[in-house]
């Protein structure tokens, strides 16, 4: 049920207190008064604590810095005139005596008359002696019409018309806005270029981190990598590319849903949080980073709140991605933990959101160690699909040495003999492979030149691979995995030709 359609039955069931937390009170407005327009032209009355009741030369000012007389008002009005009655920021005198007994007495009279008393607040901050008289009603972001149809109002006052694909981009990143904020940022970038442009998008991306800064749970990620930086993982990548425009109108309406999300299992350094910002940035969406670490605090009960703040907040914001890096680190051992079941309630909230969302939240989980997370984690519709991401073969160590040296030495990179350091750095990992170029990069600068293909194998021969050091896991992990546990992220590793011999 839409917000009108709720708002339209509370108008004509009479109910007398309705509680809208939102930081729109313009667009609220706006939406209150054209409902009761439509229901016999009702007249709405709006007060605030500095100004007192407005829009009425009669009453013009009445309650100013009175909230107790902003409720007298609604007695003042004859019984059986209707009228909707907004009260602004009235939540801060909700702990008044005089005013909770106020609003129980006003409860039971307006039950029989055609009046209803809305408190506007940022956020819901209702006594528990007023639980019962006060209906919260929630008032939701603009959707992707709304949105749609503002910028479509302002291209038309701008004389512009940008290709269909660009619009949808920057409807979709709009949304989890405000509307004040989208006309902000718009105009923004109608003042820069005299027009929106594709680039316009990054601006609407840098106002929601203005949201993210507001709490501390979730981080807002930059997030510049593309999917060419991720070296192999042909499999994980085709999949990622295929999923491109799932998060457009285009794609509702041909059926589809909203995709879920990711887990990524795999060994450390194998390119697990790269692929998370790889695909923020292919699909023009921002970047959530929660640590899980943050959600847990010494309060009884704050942790759980937490929780459903930052699922909030995630909402709020969608689309977007959620990264949650190494995820079994926050719940091993979830079972013996001696913290009064705080891990398991927070656990247990999680993983029924993940279950029963359908907002537009792409989740990139990231795990080391499959052993250490609980088997509700890896059921299926928590996520989309689980990849496996072992160690990169021949020929992806090959692609990884090419992107790390096109950008590090695009100029000359044909004097490196990449084929050949591929073929000495076996068992490395992506992370490793990085750390030999930047040892490699120390001796030359040292020596007041330019690295060589020697330096690198020099610093390679000084790196021991985790590969070498954590056998027996790493073991587990792929015994794991060809079990057909997860999907392999790699099209061809000794690992899928392992799984192809045990398959005939």
């Given amino acids: 049920m839409s917000f009108r359609e709720e708002f339209k039955l509370l108008l004509r069931a009479r109910y007398p207190l309705i509680y809208i937390p939102t930081y729109e009170e313009e667009r609220l407005e706006a939406a209150i008064r054209e409902e009761a327009a439509n229901q016999g032209n009702r007249p709405v009355y709006t007060w605030d604590f500095v100004d007192g009741y407005q829009g009425n030369p009669n009453d013009e000012n009445f309650g100013r810095r009175n909230p107790l007389q902003a409720l007298e008002f609604v007695e003042k009005i004859p019984a059986t005139a209707p009228g909707v009655f907004i009260l602004r ?270 907002s537009p939240v792409f989740v990139v989980s990231t795990a080391d160690d499959i052993q250490a997370l609980p088997p509700e984690m890896l059921r299926k519709g928590r996520f989309d699909e689980i990849f496996f991401v072992g160690l990169p073969t021949q020929e992806e160590r090959k692609a990884i040495f090419n992107v790390h040296l096109s950008r590090l030495r695009a100029h000359n990179i044909k004097s490196y003999d990449i084929d050949r350091l591929a073929y000495e750095t076996p068992d490395f990992s992506g992370a490793e492979i990085e750390q030999t170029l930047i040892e490699a990069m120390h001796i030359g600068f040292s020596q007041n030149r330019d690295f060589t293909t020697d330096d690198i194998l020099e610093a390679a021969s000084q790196i021991i691979p985790l590969a070498r050091t954590a056998t027996e896991q790493i073991q587990q992990l792929q015994e794991w995995a060809a079990a057909g546990r997860a999907r392999l992220a790699s099209k061809h590793s000794p690992l899928s030709d392992r799984i192809q011999r045990q398959l005939k």
């Fill in 89 to 358: 920021d009235y939540h801060r005198f909700l702990d008044d005596v005089a005013i909770a007994r106020k609003l129980r007495n006003l409860a039971k009279l307006l039950k029989s008359q055609p009046k209803n008393i809305v408190l506007l607040s940022p956020r819901i901050a209702i006594p528990d002696d007023l639980t019962e008289v006060l209906t919260v009603v929630e008032f939701p972001l603009p959707n992707a019409a709304e949105i749609r149809s503002e910028v479509e109002r302002l291209l038309i006052a701008t004389g512009h018309s940008p290709p269909s694909r660009f619009l949808d981009d920057l409807v979709r990143s709009c949304q989890g806005l405000s509307m004040e904020r989208i006309r902000r940022v718009l105009a923004r970038a109608i003042a820069t270029h005299g027009e929106l442009q594709p680039e316009d998008v990054d601006l609407v991306l840098e106002e929601k981190r203005q949201t993210i800064r507001q709490t501390q749970i979730l981080d807002f990620i930059p997030a510049t990598e593309q999917i060419s930086d991720i070296g192999g993982l042909d499999n994980l990548k085709d999949w990622l590319l295929r999923r491109g425009g799932a998060f457009t109108e285009r794609a509702r309406q041909y059926g589809l849903p909203h995709p879920r999300g990711l887990l990524l299992v795999g060994i450390q350094g194998t390119g697990k949080s790269l692929t998370a910002k790889a695909i923020a940035h292919h699909w023009h969406l921002p970047l959530l980073r929660l640590d899980v670490g943050r959600l847990f605090a010494g309060l009884v009960g704050e942790s759980e709140s937490r929780t459903r703040q930052m699922i909030q907040v995630a909402e709020a914001l969608a689309p977007c991605v959620l990264w949650i890096d190494e995820i079994d680190k926050a719940f091993s051992g979830l079972g013996s933990k001696g913290d009064a079941g705080t891990t398991s309630r927070v656990f247990g909230t999680f993983i029924t959101w993940l279950a029963e969302k359908t």
